[in-house]
């Protein structure tokens, strides 16, 4: 008997100028492992996560321009940022059961429409469609004073029960309030 063995080179693609990066609730969730004690590891266990990727600013006009007025925006760069709900959550009056999802946002100057989908596995949002959505809120915008170069995304504890979904980009920033509704 014989074999053929057909080998090819596989080559890596280069590093994207926009890295992936990951925002949990609890913010060290993801280091749960290196806890001391079994009820640290459990407070530790994570209620959200969002992969996202960094564009730079490098000098852009952003909101506006860059990223169009009133026309879905990924919220980042490359795949669609992608959240995950590890238990049921209220966004607005909407309720989402815990699952993965996408988000995007429609911005204009004073507020942004965050949407979250259930479109997930694609490349920006040249796709959209508002039947899929989950949930949308507005919220206003906030100008802060410092550039913030690369677009970020945060998770905070905002209240009882509440954590703020905090993104920002250049010299604008938003919070989406996320009601964590248990297990």
Known sequence: MI??????????SNLDVSPLDAAYYPARAAFRAFAKTDS???????????????????????????????EPSRLGANETTEITFYAPVMIGDQLVPAGRYTMGAIPTENEWEVFFSVDVDGWG???????????????PTAKVADVIENFSVALYEAGPQTVHLKMGWDQTV????????GE
């Open 40 to 70: 640290a590891a459990q407070a530790l266990e994570p209620k959200i996560r969002v992969l996202y990727s960094r564009p730079f600013k490098k000098g852009r006009a952003i909101f506006g321009e860059l990223v169009p007025y009133n």
């Open 125 to 139: 949002v040249y796709a959209y469609k508002p039947e899929h959505n989950v949930a949308t809120i507005t919220v």
């Open 3 to 12: 074999f053929g063995l057909n080998l090819s080179a596989q080559d890596f």
């Open 174 to 181: 938003v919070e989406v309030p996320i009601k964590l509704l």
